[in-house]
């Protein structure tokens, strides 16, 4: 499986961005995720989602980012709303399975304040 993210850019603080991960392959039985990493700082968490649907989010963007999938369509989306600089970050799209771990090339994301 590989996986394609989109939907990164520059937007204002306060606006809102959606990004999409599509994979190539069946996301069947794969927890999705999102992850960013921002200059100097280490990737991070910010948003899961097993199989079953249950989310899990960073506390940073608990109340702001919704994570979805769409197991028929091999699709994860992330919508982030009230955007914040401090989420300027390239965000990566990630699937784990019982033995895989497999990452999307990045997207860029820039909000300014």
């Known amino acids: 499986v590989q996986l394609q993210a989109s939907g990164g850019g520059l937007v204002q603080a306060g606006r809102s961005l959606r990004l999409s991960c599509a994979a190539s392959g069946s996301i069947f039985g794969l927890t999705m995720g999102w992850y960013r990493q921002a200059p100097g700082k280490q990737r991070e968490l910010v948003a899961s989602i097993t199989p079953g649907r249950y989310p899990n989010y960073a506390d940073s963007v608990k109340g702001r980012f919704t994570i979805s999938r769409d197991s028929a369509r091999n699709k994860v989306d992330l919508q982030m709303n009230s955007l914040k600089p401090e989420d300027t970050a390239v965000y990566y799209c990630?699937?784990?399975?019982?033995?895989?771990?497999?990452w999307g090339q990045g997207t860029q994301v820039t909000v300014s304040s």
């Open positions: 990630n699937a784990r399975g019982s033995s895989e771990t497999i």
